[in-house]
């Protein structure tokens, strides 16, 4: 009798990962998802998010608990911004999401491609001119004038093994896609 | 003897953000920001994000302890995209950015305006199509085809002053510019 095993690589079940894949690939509907954050004002600049869940492969998701479910995120501006620094900024949880959307990204390609991390940490940097959003100059943009993103990867493979693992990576990021091409954002005030 | 009292209203200290926007009038170098975020792996899609500090008003600044500086936010996919759910998805984590700014500003802005806050609830909602991320249709992209922000406001103003609120928010928020108009990122790896 012969078995093939299928390893768990960096943590990632790559047969179910390509399981995944093809039943997408037969049923499209499934890849419809909708994600959904909610934040409550606390005072000032601080707020905390929560994540109730999400719809995707045609059914509501409630978030793990302990996990997603539980997560509360505090932002805030820091001092020097006239905040309370409870939180990381804004700007700071914009960047972080890049981040972990790479990091995530670069673990279940180097998995799927049979290389196997030892160490990965992702610094993200961004640039910008507070004369934007402070109102005084408005030939100043509000946001990042640039975004710098500096993977260190541990691998058992060569330096252009692991450029490429990044590179893909970033071709199929959906947080860089947003933060490069931009989308449609809509802003309502609910009646009440 | 006549004492003027500027209020903190909404938490925020109207008069320190007035004397910060003109201290920045006065010298624009100021404004010159570089916020940095850093992205540990754990295993599979599952990584730890910190806030190590940011440059800003000509020197460096570490965050506050306990607060921003101990912050540490765990991302990860759910268990329907073969994750183990630890943390919120970094889709999730972007629309909780745009939630948070947003947010800030209307507490900064309705207190500019002298407007009392009762309570702000922000719902962001984020349309996706997973066949982009997976691979599976190269016309579909990565990112969220369309974002909703649902304000839900109780504040001692009509429901046309607080739309006016939201509306100058948007107007002034990092994170909606760069999610609506995109930005240039870099990514890098790092020579070990």
């Not at 909708?34 to 995707?56: A, I």
């Not at 409630?62 to 990381?88: K, N």
């Not at 900024?89 to 999401?97: D, G, Q, S, V």
């Not at 959307?101 to 049979?114: D, K, P, Q, S």
Request: hydrophobic share 40%; glycine share 10%; net charge negative.
């Amino acid at each position: 009798m012969s078995v093939t095993t299928r390893p768990t690589r960096n943590g990632v079940d790559t047969a179910t990962l390509f399981a995944t894949i093809d039943a997408v690939r037969q049923q499209p509907e499934a890849a419809r998802f909708r994600f959904r954050t909610q934040t409550e004002w606390v005072s000032g600049t601080h707020s905390r998010g929560r994540f109730p869940g999400f719809f995707g492969a045609g059914q509501e998701h409630v978030h793990a608990s302990p996990g997603a479910g539980d997560a509360v995120i505090d932002a805030d501006h820091p001092a020097v911004l006239v905040g309370t620094d409870t939180g990381p900024t804004p700007a700071e949880l914009l960047l972080n999401a890049l981040g972990a959307c790479l990091t995530a990204g670069l673990g279940n390609i180097a998995a799927a491609r049979g290389v196997d991390l030892h160490g990965v940490s992702c610094r993200v940097e961004g640039d910008i001119d507070l004369r934007g959003i402070l109102g005084i100059d408005p030939e100043v943009r509000n946001g990042f004038s640039a975004i710098t993103v500096t993977f260190d990867v541990s691998a058992d493979a060569d330096p252009a093994t692991i450029a490429a693992l990044v590179d893909q990576s970033r071709a199929r990021s959906a947080v860089f896609d947003v933060l490069t091409n931009g989308t449609q954002v809509d802003v309502r005030v609910a009646a009440r």
